[in-house]
């Protein structure tokens, strides 16, 4: 392809590019004229082929890697005539992305586009060589599946010889690896196709591939050894660089404790430090009130960033945090003089202790949050990064960390009740196991997360393998009558548990919430949740053909005053499970949770009174 021409008279040079590069075309008075008159007439993205003495150039070229040479043509073709093109095919360009989306073909000839695709394949192949090496089997697993409960909407796909029912597409391999390992494929890895209707994000669409493993018979431990060896050889025959390992390991707690987040940017400093016991006797209600109330007061330091943060960009970030949960901030702007936001409330002594455990100086900003521990850590962590991003202080380097131990159980205030974290099927470490029934919150589960410049890479977790700690989980999540509800065959077999699981549990780790309302969004659907164990709900175990309840709540939104979810509930037919999804909208302040229980239960009884079997469809 032509990238452009350049006519000097006597001259003509054309940079002519492919994927592996550009080189420079030259034609001078020495050339042929049938061949200089072709040269004349070509414009940008004409397809030529090109033949002639390769030489060195007089006037060299270092941008580029084959700047010091030009072809001299002897022999030209035009392959290939081209319209302008609607925008300049160029590696930095400003059209807008819509443009090139429409012409997306002519956008994927720009070196940018082109490097991610290559890479892409670089890593695809590298990734497979590694795992052949380590003893692995690639296994394809089914596109077209049993609908399974998963945290999104599926994509269905109508089958042509059962009419009125659907396949749908895998959002994840979960059920299938699942299977595999107890079949006794014990490594089994996959470049994994997985399909979620869900609202698109900055790191979340609708197809993408993600490099799926699954283990037996090993520990933390070797899996962490695996995955490093990966992405150690994946950065050095894919970037050319040497990466050191272990990687950096970091507890849950310290994650969040210190950085707001379990899954920090490491590169830069300003921890998240916790002023609590200096400001608890303190004059200032708003830090008083906050530990009272069981929460905390906690700070960061933005050194040599008073210049940068005046008391107007100070007003934007108070704005911002209230965005994101916090009802407030309170600041220390030291130019001069520290002038602290909260300074008539305090002493003297007060002020220069926070300053000291603080370490602050002239010239720094304190930014304090006060308010319930999980809002004052979420705040700051994500205060910490738009600081520090401002500020131009994150160097430009990796930085990999495990995040371990994380908690098998959070309370959940609203319900009063212990839920899983993650899923009910992580192994808990050994030595806690004696908290189960005493102290939940000690109880510490086999899960980790391997992060990268605050970034989640890949996240995984120990299965529960014992039967009878599987329904001891299940029985301080207090899921054990969900479970035996199920009309199904009693065994210790592994994979009937895995059956079991498929088909029917509750677990809120199925929520969403898009923004940052989360928290508020788990508050309201728990209530429902509750709600549903008193309502008359339409189930009878004993009864075939009778809507069974199976609790989980899909894809909630809260936006505007409104709450957005889904619940799901299966129908018992003789030819298996039908599923429906009822998709309720409500005002947040609805008087009741039951109203909105309620609502969806009389529109799946009046869908199945007002249906025949043969009119369900999955």
């Not at 093109?85 to 930095?92: A, C, G, R, Y």
Request: charged share 30%; hydrophobic share 40%; proline share 3%.
């Amino acid at each position: 392809w032509v990238q452009r021409c350049r006519d000097l008279g006597q001259l003509i040079f054309i940079d002519l590019r492919d994927r592996t590069g550009i080189v420079q075309l030259a034609f001078n008075d020495k050339t042929d004229k049938e061949i200089f008159d072709k040269a004349f007439a070509c414009r940008s993205e004409y397809v030529l082929a090109a033949k002639g003495i390769v030489c060195e150039r007089s006037s060299k070229n270092k941008d580029i890697p084959t700047g010091d040479i030009e072809v001299m043509v002897t022999d030209l073709r035009v392959l290939s005539k081209a319209q302008t093109p609607p925008f300049e095919i160029v590696d930095e360009t400003s059209t807008n992305e819509e443009l090139r989306l429409k012409y997306r073909y002519l956008d994927l000839r720009r070196r940018p586009i082109q490097n991610n695709i290559i890479m892409r394949s670089k890593i695809a192949k590298v990734a497979r060589d590694y795992f052949y090496e380590n003893g692995f089997i690639e296994i394809e697993t089914p596109m077209m599946i049993k609908s399974t409960p998963e945290g999104a909407r599926d994509y269905l796909v109508p089958s042509r010889i059962h009419k009125g029912k659907f396949y749908a597409l895998p959002q994840s391999p979960q059920i299938y690896k699942q299977l595999l390992m107890v079949s006794g494929f014990d490594r089994y890895i996959q470049l994994a196709r997985c399909f979620r209707d869900e609202d698109l994000r900055a790191d979340r669409q609708p197809e993408f591939t993600q490099i799926d493993m699954e283990l037996s018979f090993v520990d933390m431990d070797e899996i962490m050894e695996i995955n490093e060896g990966l992405f150690k050889r994946l950065f050095k025959e894919v970037l050319g660089k040497e990466l050191v390992t272990p990687f950096e390991k970091m507890t849950y707690n310290d994650a969040m404790e210190n950085y707001g987040s379990d899954k920090p940017d490491i590169r830069f400093d300003m921890k998240i430090q916790n002023i609590s016991d200096l400001v608890k006797d303190c004059g200032f209600s708003v830090f008083t009130s906050a530990i009272e109330n069981g929460g905390s007061v906690r700070a960061i330091v933005a050194k040599n960033a008073a210049s940068v943060y005046t008391r107007k960009e100070i007003d934007k970030l108070t704005e911002y945090v209230k965005g994101i949960g916090a009802k407030g901030l309170a600041y220390v702007r030291w130019v001069d003089e520290p002038n602290a936001s909260f300074k008539k409330f305090m002493t003297e002594e007060e002020l220069s202790a926070i300053y000291e455990r603080l370490g602050a100086e002239k010239g720094d900003v304190i930014f304090i949050v006060a308010d319930k521990n999980s809002t004052v850590l979420t705040t700051l962590g994500a205060l910490r990064l738009k600081v520090a991003k401002v500020l131009d202080i994150i160097p430009d380097e990796f930085k990999f960390l495990w995040i371990v131990d994380f908690p098998f159980f959070e309370y959940d205030e609203e319900s009063g009740e212990w839920l899983a974290m993650h899923h009910p099927f992580t192994m808990p470490k050994e030595e806690c196991l004696q908290y189960l029934d005493t102290d939940p919150s000690k109880v510490i589960a086999k899960a980790y997360d391997l992060t990268l410049n605050g970034t989640e890479l890949s996240s995984g977790s120990m299965r529960i393998t014992d039967y009878e700690l599987q329904q001891r989980m299940f029985k301080e999540l207090k899921l054990t009558d969900e479970i035996n509800s199920i009309n199904m065959s009693e065994t210790n077999s592994v994979g009937k548990l895995m059956e079991l699981m498929l088909y029917k549990i509750s677990s809120l780790d199925s929520i969403r919430s898009y923004g940052d309302n989360t928290e508020e969004a788990k508050q309201i659907l728990r209530k429902i949740l509750i709600a549903s164990e008193k309502a008359n709900l339409p189930y009878d175990t004993r009864e075939r053909d009778r809507v069974v309840w199976d609790g989980v709540f899909k894809n909630a939104e809260i936006n505007e005053g409104l709450v957005r979810f889904d619940i799901i509930f299966y129908v018992r037919m003789k030819n298996g499970l039908s599923q429906i999804i009822v998709n309720i909208e409500a005002q947040k302040d609805e008087p009741t949770e039951y109203k909105i229980l309620n609502r969806a239960i009389f529109y799946v009884s009046r869908l199945i009174s007002s249906q025949k079997e043969r009119d369900f469809v999955n």
